[in-house]
Structure formats: structure tokens, C-alpha cells
């Protein structure tokens, strides 16, 4: 079945101690992309991959990273977060940028 | 110039009528704009989209409809039904930039 798998689904972690949160697509897909979603402000991109080894800045990048080491792979990583990522995390993929995307089931991360 | 602008926020539709969701943008060279469905506890999904070469494009009771000159979009809902009781998000791009979203909408669906 052609999936984006994400891990965790849910998370609850304390400020400062860094997380990943992994992210799996079994399309072949190129392009890869982080959103974050909060109420009244829609689905917001934080980083996207157009292919391996190639990242750019979304949106809203400030206090993430991410990498694309493999086709299939693009883990998000919090390296010291704070209460103000507390959101729902999605991640996405599609065979080029502007072509359907493909959602995973969402990460609820609660910072505190 | 980035923006993607959806109106309304909220709908309230009674069975069988007719839902519209408007969207504007500002980018002229954006060429790719999809209407995504999420419901509750679940990832967006592709509802419909069109790409500007055509005006209006149709599935099922699902109708995107196109103004360029105008720099608009909009979804329409025929026939109303409960199950379509969701989130919708427009969105806009062009090739190789990312997806810009609009804040979405959420429709009810009275019986």
C-alpha cells in the first residue's frame, strides 16, 4: 500500500531535550516536505526536499532541521524544543513539487 | 505575494445545497492549485486540483473553478452531503518553490 509513514503519532516532551520525529515514503517520491498545522493558521511548510541531499527552508524553519540522507527518509529534528512547537506535524511527499502530495497520519508534539 | 487567501473560515450547509469555498492569490506564476480534504484525526488528502490552462474542471460533485485574470479559485460542493463535513484547504505553487496553504475552512453539513 503506498504510504507516508510517520513516528511517533503522539508526543509529549519537556524543553530543550532534542527529538526526531521520522518520516517514510514508499512511492518513490522525490519531493518531501514538513508542515505544521495550527488552529486559524492552516498548514504551514518548514522545510521540503526536492530530492536526496537537497533541502530548503519553508516557511516557518526556525528552530528545526531536517536532512535527506535516502530517497525514502526525511526525519524532522528539534534539536532543543520549546512550548511554541507544540502543534500537529505533517509530513508529505510527492513525485515532483507541484504534482499530489501524499500526507502521513500526523505527530501531535506537546512541548513543556 | 506569497499568500493564499480562503474564505469563509467556517460553512454551514444544509443537505443537498451547495457549498463555495473562495481563494485568492497574488503570485502570477503560480501554476499548480489543489483543494485538499482532511477530516478529523487524519492527514490531508487530494481532493481535486487544475492547473491554469483551463477554467473550470470537474469530478463527481466536486467543481474547481478558475479566474485567472482575476487571480481566484474557487470549490464547489454540489448535492451537499454529511459525509462531506470536513476541513478544505486551497493551496498554491509552482514547480520547485513550496506549497503555500490557505488557512482552510470548515464545512458543516446539516441533515
Known amino acids: 500500500e503506498a504510504q507516508v509513514t510517520q513516528n511517533p503519532r503522539y508526543l509529549i516532551t519537556v524543553t530543550g531535550k532534542k527529538l526526531t520525529v521520522t518520516c517514510s515514503q514508499n512511492?518513490?517520491?522525490?519531493?518531501m516536505s514538513w508542515y505544521r498545522q495550527d488552529p486559524g493558521l492552516g498548514l504551514r511548510q518548514i522545510y521540503y526536499?526536492?530530492?536526496?541531499?537537497?533541502?530548503d527552508k519553508g516557511d516557518v524553519p526556525e528552530g528545526y532541521k531536517v536532512s535527506r540522507k535516502e530517497k525514502r527518509n526525511f526525519p524532522l529534528i528539534l534539536e532543543s524544543p520549546s512550548p511554541n512547537q507544540t502543534s500537529l506535524y505533517f509530513c508529505?511527499?510527492?513525485?515532483?513539487?507541484?504534482?499530489?502530495?501524499?500526507f502521513g497520519q500526523g505527530t501531535r508534539l506537546t512541548v513543556v | 505575494q506569497q499568500q493564499v487567501k480562503q474564505s469563509p473560515q467556517s460553512l454551514i450547509v444544509q443537505k443537498g445545497g451547495i457549498s463555495i469555498i473562495n481563494c485568492a492569490y497574488e503570485?502570477?506564476?503560480?501554476?499548480?492549485f489543489p483543494w485538499y480534504q482532511q477530516f478529523p484525526g487524519k492527514g490531508p488528502a487530494l481532493l481535486i486540483a487544475?492547473?491554469?490552462?483551463?477554467s473550470e474542471k470537474k469530478e463527481g460533485r466536486f467543481t474547481i473553478s478558475f479566474n485567472k485574470s482575476a487571480k481566484q479559485f474557487s470549490l464547489h460542493i454540489m448535492d451537499s452531503q454529511p459525509g462531506d463535513s470536513a476541513t478544505y484547504f486551497c493551496?498554491?505553487?509552482?514547480?520547485?518553490?513550496?506549497?503555500?496553504f490557505g488557512k482552510g475552512t470548515t464545512l458543516s453539513v446539516s441533515s
Open positions: 508529505a511527499s510527492s513525485l515532483t513539487g507541484n504534482t499530489e502530495a501524499f
Open positions: 512511492m518513490n517520491h522525490e519531493y
Open positions: 526536499s526536492m530530492n536526496v541531499e537537497v533541502t
Open positions: 503570485n502570477t506564476a503560480f501554476d499548480y
Open positions: 487544475i492547473r491554469p490552462d483551463v
Open positions: 493551496a498554491a505553487n509552482q514547480a520547485g518553490t513550496a506549497l503555500i
